[in-house]
């Protein structure tokens, strides 16, 4: 087994459970443009899907709209940190591997929103950086994240590992070439044996690679 440098994680549905406030989100702005709301576990499942058009499946548009996003930003800027918790065994998972790792978060959601958020929870003092769509040309599932994260701390990518929860995560360690692993108890459900589905076995796993 090749030892490890960096751990990057995914934060929503890895380490954060912000499913609530996403799918709020999501539904103020189907509201407000005339839509219906769409069930919460639907729509997270969608959300990690990397072949659907996002725009057209929530909002029936080919792309992002200025309304949207402006409706979208607005109502996220005031509610990200209600209804969110760290999922079960995180902050001791994130105590167990930080003094062996460089710990680094890569999310799809804003980076002013990604460090708001952490820092809330109090687990920001275990993370050397954050990336989020917004410091980057391409989200994942595209590298961009990653080879922004490697560059950083000049570390090569048979060091590296990407934790997600989502099919997105997946794909986006397999385009970095690095290696991955997938948890359970996220907004997607795997079959894959290889997915952990708590996070004191994922602590282990981790550990054996220091």
């Known amino acids: 087994m090749i030892k490890k440098q960096l751990i990057i994680f995914d934060m929503d549905g890895t380490l954060i459970d912000s499913g609530d406030v996403i799918a709020n989100t999501i539904n103020f702005v189907r509201t407000n443009i005339g839509l219906e709301t769409i069930e919460k576990n639907e729509m997270l499942i969608q959300l990690n899907n990397p072949d659907i058009n996002a725009a057209e499946y929530f909002y029936g548009t080919s792309h992002f709209t200025d309304e949207q996003t402006e409706l979208f930003t607005k109502y996220y800027d005031e509610n990200c940190i209600k209804d969110i918790l760290l999922y079960d065994g995180i902050k001791e998972m994130l105590e167990s591997i930080d003094e062996h790792f460089i710990l680094t978060v890569a999310t799809n959601a804003s980076v002013d929103f990604a460090t708001k958020m952490i820092k809330h929870l109090n687990i920001d003092k275990h993370f050397d950086m954050v990336v989020g769509a917004s410091c980057v040309e391409n989200p994942k599932p595209k590298p961009d994240m990653i080879l922004k994260t490697m560059d950083k701390f000049n570390i090569d990518k048979k060091y590296t590992i990407l934790i997600g929860d989502s099919l997105k995560d997946k794909q986006a360690a397999l385009n970095a070439q690095i290696d991955n692993i997938l948890v359970n108890w996220g907004f997607s459900t795997h079959d894959?044996?290889?997915?952990?589905?708590?996070?004191?076995?994922?602590?282990?796993r981790l550990l054996e690679f220091k």
Do not use: D, I, R, W
């Open 192 to 204: 894959n044996s290889e997915a952990f589905s708590c996070s004191q076995k994922l602590t282990k």
